[in-house]
Structure formats: C-alpha cells, structure tokens
C-alpha cells in the first residue's frame, strides 16, 4: 500500500472514531474564548475561522467571544492616549474607552466575523458580529477593586474607570441566531452597557464565562498561549475538579495570568457549563482534537 494510501486510511479511522463525539455534542452549544497571540496571526486566525465552521457543519452550535488587550495598546499609541495601570489593570478613561471600543467592536470584531463568513462560504455557514450593547446582551455593573497602601493598614478603593462585570446576560438575541434555520454563528465583542446607557469595557474571559452559564453550554473553550495547567515538572494536567483546580491556586501551581482563566473556568462550571477547557489556541485544529477526539489538547475542569 502506498503511502497516499495508508494517510487515506488513516483519515477515514479518524472520522470513523469521531462519530461518537460527534453525536455528544451535536445541537450542543460550545463557547469560545478567541484571543491572545492566535488572534494576531492571520494564517492561524483564518484556520480558525475554518475550524469554527466546520463545528457547525458538524452540529455544534458555536459562539464565539474575543479579546483584544494588546490590540487595544496598539491603537491608543497611535491615537497619542497614554494608559494609566493599577496594579496591572489598565484604568479606562473616557478617551481610552472610545478607541478600546472601536478596536474591539468594529476592526477586530468584523474581521472575525468576516473570517468566518469567508471560510463558510460554500456552506452558507456565516459570522455574526455584535457587542454587548446590541438588544441588551450585556448588561453591566461598575467594577470595584481595592488595595493596600504600604504605609496603611486600610484599604483604598481603586477607581478603574468604565471597566464594567456583567450583571445580566440576556441570551434571546443569541438563541435565535444559533437556533435560526440559517447557520450563523455569533461572534461577540466584550463590551457592554451599565443601566443609565453608559459603555463599558469589560474583560473577555469573564464575557465568555458569563454567557456560557447564562446558555447552559455542554462545553467553554479557552483558547490560549499555553498547553493547559502545568504541574511543578511542567506537564500539562489532562482533568482538574473545581477544587482541584482551587486548590492549584491555593498551591501556587497555577500562577501569574493562570490564575484569572482558572477563576473562571471555576465560575462557568459553578454556573451550570458542564466543563471549561483551557488549551493552546496557536496549534492548528486544538479544538476539534479537544472536542472529536478521546485524547484532549489542554487542561479540562468540571465539578
């Protein structure tokens, strides 16, 4: 047998082995958190798109929430902004939130939109861009933070301007694109509204696990610049319950930005998603050997 033979082969098992998966997560709603470096290759972004595609073809229902952050930090260097930082959390002025908002709602937002609509196209398969702001999606509450001064034992409320945490999800306008008789597929911009109208940036992993609790997914995938959680030998942990993955933070096992996607893998699961994946958005197709396969690509936490 040739070797075009045998790769031929090779890819009719594969499919065959999928069925299974397949059917688990057909008519199921999968959450996607796009960002970090993926996000700014644009070969590894259209290979993407294809792969969000092709989880629709296959019955997934697919929505997808994106950052921005170095994006963000680009744009405003080139608007003159100077950002102010608190403890590592940039504070959104007026002027900064109106470039984080055309950033993130109109270049990056379409362009993913656009992506997919392009990769679907002999499928009809289209992208569907839109921002909390859009028929109330999300709503928003003031974010508070406070901190310690070294020379006092009190603690100062830190004001981080318009960095808003959703309140309320309001899911209509998603269900009905996903569940429409077209196939679109959302794609959403982490930015919302707090009740007087007022615009809000808010952070995208956060985004996606709120809206992933608020439409019950059978599965919230974070795409990132790691494997997954590492051990102490640097090796990706395959499973981790809510409290182990806790108890990881706790340990000091998951460190530095680790820390903030754990958090909300353990918030998404505790609002009803069956299990978060943390996995390496650069590799090609990590989410349809996640999803399809019984080998796994990064770090899953379920209750």
Do not use: C
Not at 168 to 191: G, R
Not at 201 to 229: E, H, Q, S, Y
Request: proline fraction near 3%; glycine fraction near 10%; avoid cysteine.
């Amino acid at each position: 047998m040739s070797d075009t033979e045998e790769q031929g082969w090779a890819t009719a098992t594969t499919l065959a082995e999928a069925l299974p998966y397949i059917q688990t997560y057909n008519r199921q709603t999968v959450v996607i958190k796009y960002g970090g470096h993926a996000m700014g290759e644009e070969q590894v972004a259209k290979l993407f798109a294809a792969d969000v595609v092709l989880l629709r073809m296959l019955g997934v229902q697919p929505v997808v929430v994106h950052g921005g952050g170095p994006q963000i930090s680009a744009w405003l260097q080139k608007a003159g902004v100077k950002s102010t930082f608190v403890d590592g959390l940039r504070v959104t002025d007026q002027a900064t939130m109106e470039v984080a908002e055309m950033v993130l709602s109109g270049a990056i937002n379409k362009e993913i939109a656009s992506w997919i609509t392009q990769a679907g196209a002999a499928s009809d398969v289209r992208g569907v861009g839109l921002s909390g702001k859009d028929a109330k999606l999300i709503t928003v509450e003031k974010v508070t933070r406070t901190r310690r001064s070294p020379d006092s034992v009190e603690e100062q409320i830190v004001d981080l301007g318009f960095v808003g945490e959703p309140k309320v999800i309001d899911t209509a306008l998603i269900e009905a694109l996903i569940k429409a008789e077209h196939d679109y597929i959302p794609v959403v911009a982490p930015i919302g509204v707090d009740e007087s109208g007022q615009t809000f940036n808010i952070n995208a992993d956060t985004v996606a696990g709120a809206l992933a609790g608020a439409l019950g997914a059978k599965r919230m995938l974070l795409l990132t610049d790691v494997a997954g959680v590492l051990d102490a030998n640097k090796q990706r942990i395959p499973q981790l319950t809510v409290a182990e993955a806790r108890a990881a933070i706790a340990d000091k096992v998951a460190t530095g930005g680790m820390i903030p996607k754990l958090e909300t893998a353990i918030a998404a699961v505790e609002a009803g998603v069956e299990a978060v994946v943390i996995l390496d958005g650069r590799r090609p197709h990590a989410m349809l050997l996640e999803l399809f396969t019984e080998h796994g690509s990064g770090t899953l936490v379920r209750a």
